[in-house]
């Protein structure tokens, strides 16, 4: 359908947008985004007439819109457990169900190594809460565990945007929280927001458990790819990287691997934490347990369904 003719108003766009086949909801986003003002302002001002450089930004993303670009990246950032992030189409749109993830992790957040008198990987209630630690710096440390006045080590396998570390350091900003990708693109995000939110991050690009070879976590924590090659969910998600969600073995292929090579990276007590598809619980479990594991539980999506899956390292 072509553009309406002269300089169309906020009504005008909205029944464009709504002529396209974009949502409402998301239509009113980008033209929000586009006259920087909010939805209210924009029921409010619906005679409101564009500008020439408005009418062009909200007509480019309603485009991308239409040919089923993901949101975030019309808009270039997404909110995530209170986090403003820059996302590309270099990593995956973070999702609301993942933040169940870094809600599990939390809960299991290991104390500082120096005041374990307690079992490990239960909740730190003296864990410090803020954003900002900029005294730390992202380096990579020395082979081995951690000596006993560290704080915790915890592990985003496959990082991404690095919304899941920047979850985990927000909340504990003492913690050495280190991030993996096999992605130097994507990684290059994660670096990025971390620069942005003042939340340092010891960055490793690799594959899995080869891009921290020689290092020990309290905690471990993966969103890794786990959607079988023949699923007919991928013909909607054709704008994000394939290769972040599509793995062999109906899906199980990195799961396995992540699980398998665990115990060698973890210290005795640490948790190792799993987001995977909604079919996969059992096979999940069954492999932690495989590897020795104990403890293992599950936490449910924002549907009610068992997306992720966990245990813990006896010790």
């Not at 906020?10 to 709504?18: H, I, N, S």
Request: glycine share 10%.
């Amino acid at each position: 359908m072509p553009w309406p003719e002269g300089q169309p108003t906020v009504q005008a766009c909205l029944q464009q947008a709504q002529a396209l086949g974009v949502a409402r909801l998301d239509a009113a986003l980008l033209l929000g985004e586009a006259l920087k003002q909010t939805r209210a302002w924009l029921l409010a001002h619906g005679e409101y007439v564009l500008t020439p450089e408005q009418v062009s930004l909200f007509r480019g993303w309603l485009q991308q819109r239409a040919q089923g670009v993901p949101l975030a990246y019309c808009l270039g950032r997404r909110e995530f457990h209170g986090l403003m992030l820059k996302v590309t189409p270099d990593v995956l749109d973070p999702r609301p169900d993942t933040e169940a993830l870094v809600d599990w992790a939390l809960e299991v957040w290991p104390k500082d190594r120096s005041d374990r008198l307690g079992s490990p990987g239960q909740p730190d209630p003296s864990a410090p809460l803020g954003r900002l630690d900029r005294s730390d710096r992202s380096h990579r440390l020395a082979p081995g565990p951690a000596s006993a006045s560290q704080p915790p080590r915890v592990l985003d396998l496959g990082t991404g945007s690095g919304a899941i570390a920047l979850a985990l350091k927000a909340a504990h900003p003492h913690a050495q929280v280190h991030a993996c990708d096999a992605s130097v693109a994507a990684l290059s995000v994660a670096q990025a927001n971390a620069d942005a939110l003042g939340l340092p991050l010891a960055l490793h690009a690799g594959h899995w458990w080869s891009a921290v070879s020689g290092l020990q976590f309290d905690l471990a924590v993966a969103n890794p790819p786990y959607i079988r090659e023949d699923d007919p969910h991928l013909a909607g998600l054709i704008h994000e990287p394939r290769t972040a969600l599509v793995a062999a073995q109906e899906g199980l292929a990195d799961l396995r691997a992540i699980i398998e090579d665990a115990p060698a990276h973890l210290v005795p007590g640490a948790w190792l934490l799993l987001e995977h598809g909604h079919d996969q619980a059992t096979a999940v479990a069954q492999a932690l347990a495989g590897a020795g594991f104990a403890d293992i539980g599950h936490r449910c999506d924002l549907a009610g369904h068992t997306r992720c899956t966990g245990g813990r390292l006896p010790g």
